[in-house]
Structures are given as C-alpha cells and as structure tokens.
C-alpha cells in the first residue's frame, strides 16, 4: 500500500515537471523561482483546504461545506475588524480558527450522532452557512479601506524571500505530516476508512473520529478564511463559492481514495500545486478562467476512474495467484 502511495505521488511529481517544461516552451518566465513561488503562495490556500478534506475523506466522508465555512469565518473577521479596530491579528486568527472548527464540530455532530450522510449534511450546512453570510452582512461588502493595515499585513509578511502564508501552508503541512504518522488520531484517521467494523474490534469510535476529522476540516477553513480576506482584502457573501471542488479534485487527483483509509499529506498537496501550476497557466496559454471548473471536474472523473482501475486489477492479481495456488 505504501509503494502504491509513493508510485502516485512519483507520478504526479513527474506529470508537474513535465507540466512546467510544456508551459516553459512557450513562457520560459513562468519557471522563473520567484514566479513559482508565486505560485505556491497562490496555491497555499488550496493546500491547507485540501489537508483538512483529506483527513475527512481518510474517514469515508466528505466536507462540501469548507468554502462555505471559509467564506463565513472571513467574513465574521472582516467585521471584527471593521467593528473593533483595536483587536489584535492574532485574535482574530484565533477567533476564525476556533469558529471554523464549531462549524466542523456541527457537521460531525450531524453525521456521528443522527447518523446522516455526510454528503447530504455538508451539502446542507453549505446553504446554510451561506445564508448566514448575507443575514449578518445584509449582503453588504467589506472593502479593503476598511479593514486595518495590521489585518491585511499578515499574510504579505515576507521572510527568506516567501510571504507568510506560503510559511503557514508549509508549517500546516509539516504537522499534518506528523499527526497523520506520529499519532494515535492520525492512525485512526486511516483504520476508519480502511475497515470500520475492524477499527470497532481494536477500540477505535468511528463516529468520534469522524467527528474530529470535521473539526481538523473545519479549522483549517476557518484560518483560511482570514487569510483569504486578509490577502485579498475583501469580503462578501460569494467569497470562494464553488471552490470545493478544487479542493476535493487536489485531494482526488492526490490519490486520496474516495472510499476511504488511502491517502497521504504529500499526495494532497501535489495535487493542489498540480490545479495550481494548471490555473496560473490558463491565462499565459490563453485559455479562459472559466474552463477551470471543467478542468478541476474532468480531473475528479479521471482519478476516480484511474483509482478504481488500480483497485480492481490489484484484486484481479490476488485472484490469480490463489487460483494458481488451488
């Protein structure tokens, strides 16, 4: 199973270089490193969004709501800050993290303890937190001159030649790469979406961490809700709509199986920087914006299709084998 993971990831590593090399043929200013960095520091947001969808999808669930949680906690900070311009930054993050993952913690109440689907129950809390967003707002719009230097600076911040939301997205994948590893939750994670009815036998809740995986989820939308309206420097009710499927293609074209318990941190954020480097380029080959959402759905359809077919022929092999051994 690991040597599967590390295939997809060599794989997909490869697919970026040679990704890269064809758009270098035309716009060698695109592979310049501080033009790359740039893309990674545009990409950081998907990144982060698309660590908590894994470990969510690790679970044999799915979060349809992180862009709409995203959307509710920037907009929350964005108010904070036009409201009380005297509160520090570093409140504020805390506030739109701690928000975020009582947003995730009512999905996973939903999903663990009435027992319904997390499709339709992220699909749901999507509308509605959508809906909060224009309550609160009056679908009104929270303008750059409005917010505070201090408020919009964090994300630019820059050291050793990188801002520091690239910084953040990079410490976020350093924990998870750990937690995911390194700890019991994070072994759970994987053993639940493997086998539940085996994870039940070792003691594991399933519904418990199912739950925390939409908190992990919820949180990490919640920061990137203030960075993206930080970083931006806007807020409205439509902020990132649509963006979860962005973000549930870099976990698909990651090779994070839909079905559950296969996936790693690095294939996630290879398949962010993979959407990535594809939308940046968009605009250099003089294709639309608009086929992105095309593009980001034929990539789901085709990873799944790849994913199954990796499945069905390693099960193919085992049949033989024991055939042969009969």
């Not at 509160?87 to 303890?113: R, S």
């Not at 967003?133 to 009056?138: A, M, N, P, V």
């Not at 085996?198 to 990137?224: C, D, E, K, P």
Request: aromatic share 8%.
């Amino acid at each position: 199973m690991k040597q599967l993971i590390k295939s997809r990831e060599a794989i997909l590593t490869a697919a970026i270089v040679v990704l890269l090399g064809l758009i270098a043929t035309r716009f060698p200013a695109f592979v310049t490193p501080g033009n790359l960095a740039a893309v990674f520091n545009d990409t950081s947001p998907l990144i982060i969004l698309a660590i908590g969808q894994m470990i969510v999808i690790l679970t044999k669930c799915i979060d349809l709501s992180v862009a709409a949680t995203l959307a509710l906690t920037g907009m929350v900070c964005a108010m904070i800050n036009v409201a009380a311009p005297g509160v520090p930054v570093f409140v504020i993050v805390a506030v739109a993290i701690g928000m975020g993952m009582a947003l995730g913690a009512f999905n996973g109440v939903l999903t663990w303890k009435l027992g319904i689907p997390p499709i339709v129950v992220t699909l749901g809390t999507m509308t509605i937190y959508r809906g909060i967003i224009f309550l609160i707002s009056d679908g009104k719009w929270v303008n750059s001159h409005e917010m505070t230097p201090a408020f919009k600076a964090l994300p630019r911040v820059a050291f050793l030649g990188l801002p520091a939301l690239s910084w953040l997205a990079i410490a976020i994948i350093l924990i998870a790469f750990v937690a995911m590893t390194r700890t019991t939750l994070g072994r759970a994670f994987f053993a639940v979406g493997g086998n539940p009815h085996a994870a039940v036998y070792t003691g594991i809740n399933v519904g418990r961490t199912q739950f925390w995986a939409f908190v992990a989820s919820g949180g990490l939308a919640g920061l990137t809700g203030y960075l993206w309206v930080s970083r931006y420097a806007v807020a409205y009710v439509d902020i990132a709509l649509g963006f979860e499927l962005d973000v549930v293609a870099a976990c698909v074209i990651g090779g994070i199986a839909i079905s559950g318990g296969i996936g790693s941190v690095g294939g996630a954020v290879l398949g962010a920087i993979f959407l990535g480097v594809i939308k940046n380029a968009l605009p250099v080959v003089n294709i639309s914006p608009f086929w992105q959402m095309a593009i980001s759905g034929s990539a789901i359809i085709i990873a799944i299709a790849v994913n199954t077919r990796a499945g069905r022929s390693k099960g193919r092999v085992i049949l033989k084998k024991t055939e042969a051994e009969a």
